[in-house]
């Protein structure tokens, strides 16, 4: 059975919106203005190679479709990512054409419930703000892993919306990488 993992760049003021500035957006780019040295590497490596799949929102898959097809690397990063089953949730896309790639639409909630029992491992979930704050509202999120920035934006779209329930998480872990943080949330099941 695998745990859905949401994976984020965040800022100190809670904006997880374009960190890598693929969205030509005001302020994206703001996350590969800091090192988050090979500490942070090593951690996205880790996560990426031991998730059973990725779990994604349209924006994100086309955004991912489009940059890793062409990628090489030494250590298989991009291997991995461009052959690990993927998940595309979307109500305007028919098919996918990434390698492993399979669309989900109609009753989200119960596309991840079933996911979670098929899935051997991490259901991984990057960017992908709607369908994580979907993920939210239904309690399907079982692990939090933020990467936190030392950058305050003013704006932007955040993680945690004003519409978003009250929740608690225990903290796991914490730890630093360069400059940033990485820590490392659970949230019970309900």
Not at 80 to 96: D, E, G, I, W
Not at 142 to 169: C, I, K
Request: hydrophobic share 40%; with cysteine; net charge negative.
């Amino acid at each position: 059975m695998g745990d859905v993992v949401v994976t984020e760049f965040v800022t100190l003021d809670g904006v997880f919106e374009d960190p890598g500035g693929s969205e030509s957006s005001q302020r994206g780019g703001w996350a590969f203005r800091f090192d988050r040295g090979p500490e942070g590497d090593k951690f996205k490596v880790q996560e990426t190679m031991n998730a059973g799949a990725m779990l994604l929102g349209r924006k994100t898959y086309e955004g991912f479709a489009e940059a890793w097809p062409g990628r090489t690397d030494e250590i298989g990063f991009a291997d991995r990512m461009n052959n690990m089953p993927k998940y595309v949730v979307s109500t305007t896309l028919t098919q996918a054409d990434w390698n492993n790639s399979t669309v989900i639409a109609g009753d989200v909630p119960e596309a991840v419930r079933r996911l979670r029992s098929e899935v051997d491992g991490d259901l991984l979930v990057a960017g992908s703000a709607t369908l994580v704050g979907t993920l939210l509202k239904y309690e399907l999120v079982d692990e939090l892993r933020l990467m936190v920035f030392p950058a305050v934006l003013g704006g932007g779209r955040r993680l945690f919306s004003d519409d978003h329930a009250t929740a608690s998480f225990e903290l796991v872990d914490c730890r630093p990488a360069a400059q940033c943080a990485i820590l490392v949330y659970r949230r019970p099941r309900a």
